[in-house]
């Protein structure tokens, strides 16, 4: 017996190092699959115009949701080869491991809780009422892509050499907005509204703005700006030691389109973010690595600078060659000017005085170009501020009427015209920190609020060269509507992601030993995970796949003739895969019968209660059969939604004085005076609002006054509610 049992352990040992070594191939092929589809991820998100639409949202849930899928379908094979047995083992030796139950129970999963946490509290609102289901539905969604990436970034920073895949993931992406925003600048890429346009000096001294892919030059120079300051982290680090000039050039190589496309960006809000971050990296170096700082960001920072005022000059539509060789020019001159400043700061102290003085005059002429090409934009610039302090005012206002829980998804865009001080045109808030104040009020705030902590603190430890990267995060969003891009989310996530992943091997093996599940439930604990993300991902894409379908049956609805079978076919598909939608409700209902129109219009103002469109299409229905009466109920309530919008005003008081005319010609004379009354109650309102907007000093971004439509109407109404004539019924009807 016992010579059995020592044939059998030496067998044992004799297969040990095969399947470690099998084991060891599967982990690094899991470890690729799961980079490579954090990285797609990622580049997809920077094509999608960095996701600020929800339909863009919809569609890379169910490309999320499917790779997650593939990637637990994946583990699930390689666990059914490992064996039942070796499973079991391994769940209760918790080492690191390909198993799907391990993965989902590995430490820093859990990093996922806050984003979910920010979907549950959405789908609540949803649940029980807010401004908008739609909003809230969306916003659901969007966390919820969120939480997704979350945990495919959580798996690929506890797997080993996961660190290389998040800078990998990071130079795509960061190379991929840079250099296609660049090439759109040179007149080399046809990017459609990658460059914004305007002739007003508040909002671009050039005339012309960089937005790049994401199509907004704030959050682009945001984005870019984080890219910039971390390929300047790792620039200073080449520069701190004698290299050859092959690395060097690759660690410098990002650095000079990346400052060039923030600086074409024209986003006072990024340049101060980033100034603050950059002063943030230089403090957190060590006292030696703070001049190579300084060092590799002189030259390049100098043609980033030459090279946007070339581009700024010709409003960045220049010829495709001149814009080229213009582009070419700076890059090879930041190249080899970082190379001369390195090869002098490591020869003698001669030398250092030297880059010294010469790191000096490039930063004065950076600065010098910078602000020649700027001074009109900064001087005529206090307006836009002004008028962001005058949103910031009535968002707060609006924020304390739920301040614990908030209102809903999509709060601002919904109701900044119902609550507005002055018709300015404002559909974002441009605060990230109101605007979630604002949909979810405190308790949201909180929950963000300690997902930053957490984060600062694993990048505080392990990686504080990515501390000015959330910096710049942090700040710009607060001060516009970054966060509104589900793409800089995604950056967020990576940083952090990149940051647990670089933390030391002893640090992961001293949490692994850490107990943090109870013996009896070491093995039911992961399952339920497993369980719930497989339900969590399978619903997730079920409701993101009927809204990507609603969106789909209505862009092919609006695309067909006016009115026709077809149309109106597409668009009850439409409506049957999404009825909260209230742009689709409208135009379904524009197709309809008065009756059914009715049933499915009052069914959406269920759903958006503050939605000013409904009331007035309930106001139309109501007037063309000549119920006066609510007609001027659904008209007063629509105008007190957006009582800045003169084109509403003025359909109003035709649609009354219609209704009145009808009311009269039936026989119903004092109903038509009741009619027309309301209606002259309406158009001395809206007299008034004009005359006051009129003597006041602030913006009319609207262009809100009294229309000459808007007196006629008003005129023939005053004549119906004292009594017209037969002659004046006649002359005068619509």
């Keep these: 017996m ?59 849930i169910l490309v999320a949701s499917g790779s997650t899928w593939i990637l637990l379908i994946i583990c699930l094979i390689l666990q059914k080869r490992n064996g039942p047995a070796r499973i079991a083992q391994r769940v209760e030796s918790d080492d690191k491991t390909n198993s799907v139950f391990q993965l989902m129970g590995h ?19 949803a649940w029980v009422g ?8 969306d916003e659901m969604l969007r966390w919820s892509l969120l939480a997704i990436f979350a945990v ?12 290389r895949w998040f800078a990998c993931g990071w130079q795509m992406a960061g190379s991929l907005l840079v250099l296609s925003g660049l090439l759109a600048a040179c007149g080399v890429l046809p990017l459609p509204y990658g460059v914004m346009r305007t002739a007003d000096p508040e909002i671009s001294s050039a005339g012309a703005r960089l937005g790049g892919l994401l199509q907004y030059p704030n959050a682009y120079g945001a984005v870019v700006g984080m890219y910039a300051l971390e390929r300047l982290a790792a620039a200073a680090r080449a520069m701190a030691r004698p290299l050859s000039a092959g690395r060097l050039i690759a660690a410098v190589l990002p650095l000079m389109p990346a400052q060039a496309a923030l600086l074409l960006s024209e986003s006072r809000g990024a340049w101060l973010a980033t100034g603050c971050a950059a002063i943030a990296a230089f403090a ?9 700082l300084l060092l590799a960001m002189a030259a390049p920072l100098a043609c980033a600078a030459w090279l946007y005022r070339q581009l700024a000059a010709a409003q960045l539509a220049p010829a495709p060659v001149p814009g080229l060789l213009a582009l070419a020019g700076a890059w090879a001159a930041a190249l080899l000017g970082t190379l001369l400043l390195c090869r002098l700061w490591h020869s003698g102290a001669r030398e ?34 002004l008028s962001r302090l005058q949103l910031w005012r009535d968002a ?97 996530i990576w940083i952090g992601g990149w940051a647990h992943s670089s933390q030391p091997q002893q640090h992961v093996e001293v949490y692994k030993k850490r107990p943090r599940i109870p013996p009896q439930l070491s093995l039911w604990s992961p399952i339920l995970t497993g369980l719930f993300i497989l339900f969590w991902l399978g619903g997730t894409a079920w409701l993101a796949g009927h809204q990507w379908a609603a969106e789909h049956q209505y862009r092919l609805a609006i695309s067909k003739a006016a009115g026709s079978t077809e149309q109106k076919a597409l668009l009850a598909s439409a409506h049957k895969f999404n009825s909260y939608r209230a742009d689709i409700v409208l135009s379904l209902s524009r197709m309809l019968p008065a009756k059914e129109a009715e049933i499915i219009l009052l069914k959406s103002l269920s759903h958006s209660p503050v939605n000013p ?15 006066g009466e609510q007609a001027g109920e659904y008209f007063e309530r629509s105008i007190a939604l957006n009582r800045y919008d003169a084109s509403s005003q003025s359909l109003a008081l035709y649609c009354m004085e219609k209704a009145s005319r009808l009311e009269l010609a039936a026989g119903y004379t004092d109903r038509a005076k009741q009619t027309a009354a309301a209606g002259v109650r309406i158009y001395e309102r809206y007299r008034q609002l004009a005359e006051e907007v009129a003597a006041g000093q602030e913006r009319n971004d609207r262009r809100f006054g009294l229309e000459d439509e808007a007196l006629r109407h008003g005129g023939n109404l005053r004549m119906l509610a004292s009594g017209p004539s037969a002659s004046d019924l006649t002359r005068r009807s619509p």
């Excluded at 030496?10 to 699959?33: C, F, M, Q, Y």
């Excluded at 170009?369 to 900064?378: E, F, P, W």
């Design 2 to 60: 016992e010579s059995k049992k020592t044939a059998t352990w030496e067998r044992v040992k004799g297969l040990k190092a095969p399947n470690s070594d099998r084991e060891g191939r599967l982990g690094s092929a899991l470890t690729l699959v799961l980079g490579a589809f954090a990285c797609i991820l990622l580049l997809l998100a920077c094509l999608e115009k960095g996701l600020y639409y929800p339909a863009d949202v919809y569609s890379l």
């Design 107 to 125: 430490n820093h999963i859990y990093w996922f809780i806050w984003p979910l946490g920010m979907a549950i509290w959405f789908g609540l609102h």
């Design 130 to 137: 807010s401004v908008s289901l739609q909003g809230s539905l």
């Design 152 to 163: 495919l970034t959580a798996l690929l920073a506890s797997r080993e050499n996961g660190a």
């Design 284 to 292: 957190l170096q060590r006292r030696g690595a703070r001049l190579p």
């Design 352 to 385: 250092r005085a030297t880059a010294l003085t010469a790191t000096g005059l490039a930063g004065i002429t950076a600065a010098a170009l910078a602000v020649a090409s700027t001074a009109d934009r900064m001087a005529a610039g206090v307006g836009t501020g």
């Design 396 to 492: 707060l206002k609006l924020w304390t009427e739920a301040a614990w829980l908030g209102h809903g998804g999509d709060t601002w865009r919904n109701m900044f015209r119902a609550i507005q001080s002055s018709p300015y045109v404002g559909g974002e808030v441009h605060n990230g920190i109101l605007d979630l104040a604002l949909d979810t009020g405190v308790i949201g705030v909180l929950l963000i609020a300690g997902w930053f902590l957490f984060t600062l603190r694993t990048m505080w430890r392990f990686a504080p060269h990515l501390l000015p990267v959330f910096l710049i995060f942090v700040l710009h969003g607060a001060m516009d509507f970054d966060w509104s891009f589900t793409f800089l989310w995604m950056m967020f």
């Design 613 to 627: 469109q409904l009331y007035q299409e309930l106001g139309q229905w109501a007037a063309r059969s000549g119920l």
